[in-house]
């Protein structure tokens, strides 16, 4: 550049310094910009509930609502406008802290444009190590510039209430299921005792006394009803107080019930198992058995099925237990309201984070429970 002449020299100097002073008044704009932004969105930001917080791309922290400034401050943590979200991060990686480890792999993502969106649900940690957290990352666009909005919800009064109401609503079932068992031995013990009484009187008064031939075959008739009522008591009974699934383990468990259930109702019944189950939590077996109880007690009761197939597989990382009969079907023999089989099914069902449905066929219905792989965790 020495060699150059003055003139030369001179616009060379003056273009760099032009360069220069555009390119700060390129970020002095964006600075501008970027706080005009963050005011706009302060007002709001500021009355919501949630924590919350206005990042640009590189992680910088633009805006934060009232909430998320009253935890930080609380706290003693530098996650504050000014601040960048992506070292507070880092500090906790460094830590081995898994949640931040996954936030930062996602700001990279949206640093490039790979991604608009990212969710986590996490347990705290220090301080928070008790409670449950959800952190969300959302593209959001505003005059032309892509920024961040960091929303982080409090979850744990939701799951506390969540532990209760599955806890509440296993009680209720239990409870459900224990009076029922109560009643089927109920029935066993005496109503059945009751029948077959009546059927020894009947007998002894067809054979010991002289009877015209109408009152003969009104006897006839009466016998076979009070067989056919017999029969009936053991089908509910047997329904009512199944095999221990305890004891047998799922696959036995259902494979006694079925073959009970063919015993005592005289209809044709089997089971499937396809494939290797795998793993299930004790939580899973204990619905898929219920349903299946509440299912063929459905079809004994509604359907006026002469066949019934029932069938365990696995399909895309999810359980499907199907009850499919060739009666009238359950949706034309039970209430509009689904029937109790039926909620109580969809209540087991929901509680784990599984779904009910149920199938017209031609002719009969199919009832089937779908589970998520590992749902119901190890209770």
Same mark, same amino acid.
């Given at each position: 550049m020495d060699n150059l002449p003055v003139e030369v020299h001179l616009e060379v100097v003056a273009r760099g310094k032009m360069n220069r002073e555009i390119r700060q008044s390129a970020i002095l704009s964006e600075a501008v910009?970027?706080?005009?932004?963050?005011?706009?969105?302060?007002?709001?930001?500021?009355?919501?509930?949630?924590?919350?917080?206005?990042?640009?791309?590189?992680?910088?922290?633009?805006?934060?609502?009232?909430?998320?400034?009253?935890?930080?401050?609380e706290h003693g943590y530098r996650a504050l406008p000014g601040?960048?979200?992506?070292?507070?991060?880092?500090?906790?990686?460094?830590?081995?802290?898994e949640p931040a480890i996954e936030a930062i792999a996602a700001l990279d993502e949206f640093a490039h444009d790979k991604r608009s969106f990212w969710q986590l649900i996490y347990n705290g940690k220090e301080r928070w190590d008790s409670r449950d957290f959800?952190?969300?990352?959302?593209?959001?666009?505003?005059?032309?510039?892509? =920024?961040? /909005?960091?929303?982080?919800?409090?979850?744990?009064?939701?799951?506390?209430? +969540? #532990?209760?109401?599955? *806890?509440? $609503?296993?009680?209720?079932?239990?409870?459900?299921?224990?009076?029922?068992?109560?009643l089927g031995r109920d029935l066993h013990d005496s109503t059945s005792q009751l029948l077959t009484a009546i059927g020894l009187l009947l007998?002894?008064?067809?054979?010991?006394?002289p009877l015209e031939a109408d009152a003969i075959d009104l006897v006839d008739e009466m016998q076979e009803l009070v067989t056919e009522a017999h029969q009936e008591i053991r089908s509910v009974s047997y329904l009512a107080h199944p095999?221990?699934?305890?004891? =047998?383990? /799922?696959?036995?468990?259902?494979?006694?019930?079925v073959e009970g259930?063919? +015993? #005592?109702?005289?209809? *044709?019944? $089997?089971?499937e198992i396809e494939g290797?189950?795998?793993?299930?939590?004790?939580?899973?077996?204990?619905v898929i058995y219920r349903v299946a109880q509440e299912a063929l007690s459905n079809v004994h009761r509604h359907s006026r099925a002469t066949r019934i197939r029932l069938l365990l597989c696995v399909r895309r990382s999810t359980i499907h237990f199907v009850v499919a009969d060739n009666g009238t079907g359950i949706l034309k023999g039970v209430p509009e309201n689904g029937g109790v089989g039926l909620a109580?099914?969809?209540?087991? =069902?929901?509680?784990?984070?599984?779904?009910?449905?149920?199938?017209?066929?031609?002719?009969?219905?199919?009832?089937?429970?779908s589970i998520r792989d590992g749902s119901g965790g190890g209770t």
């Amino acid at each position: 550049m020495d060699n150059l002449p003055v003139e030369v020299h001179l616009e060379v100097v003056a273009r760099g310094k032009m360069n220069r002073e555009i390119r700060q008044s390129a970020i002095l704009s964006e600075a501008v910009q970027a706080a005009a932004l963050a005011g706009t969105m302060q007002q709001l930001i500021d009355d919501l509930p949630e924590q919350i917080s206005l990042l640009d791309s590189n992680g910088n922290i633009l805006a934060v609502n009232h909430a998320w400034r009253q935890t930080v401050e609380e706290h003693g943590y530098r996650a504050l406008p000014g601040d960048s979200y992506r070292t507070f991060c880092e500090a906790a990686a460094k830590e081995g802290y898994e949640p931040a480890i996954e936030a930062i792999a996602a700001l990279d993502e949206f640093a490039h444009d790979k991604r608009s969106f990212w969710q986590l649900i996490y347990n705290g940690k220090e301080r928070w190590d008790s409670r449950d957290f959800q952190i969300e990352f959302r593209t959001i666009r505003v005059h032309g510039q892509n =920024l961040i /909005l960091v929303t982080r919800f409090d979850l744990t009064e939701i799951f506390e209430l +969540r #532990r209760f109401k599955h *806890e509440l $609503s296993n009680a209720l079932l239990e409870r459900q299921s224990e009076e029922r068992q109560r009643l089927g031995r109920d029935l066993h013990d005496s109503t059945s005792q009751l029948l077959t009484a009546i059927g020894l009187l009947l007998g002894s008064l067809k054979e010991g006394h002289p009877l015209e031939a109408d009152a003969i075959d009104l006897v006839d008739e009466m016998q076979e009803l009070v067989t056919e009522a017999h029969q009936e008591i053991r089908s509910v009974s047997y329904l009512a107080h199944p095999p221990s699934l305890e004891k =047998l383990g /799922l696959s036995a468990a259902l494979k006694s019930i079925v073959e009970g259930f063919a +015993r #005592r109702t005289g209809l *044709e019944a $089997s089971l499937e198992i396809e494939g290797d189950l795998g793993p299930m939590s004790a939580t899973a077996e204990n619905v898929i058995y219920r349903v299946a109880q509440e299912a063929l007690s459905n079809v004994h009761r509604h359907s006026r099925a002469t066949r019934i197939r029932l069938l365990l597989c696995v399909r895309r990382s999810t359980i499907h237990f199907v009850v499919a009969d060739n009666g009238t079907g359950i949706l034309k023999g039970v209430p509009e309201n689904g029937g109790v089989g039926l909620a109580s099914m969809h209540s087991r =069902l929901s509680e784990i984070g599984g779904r009910l449905s149920v199938r017209s066929l031609s002719p009969g219905t199919a009832v089937i429970a779908s589970i998520r792989d590992g749902s119901g965790g190890g209770t």
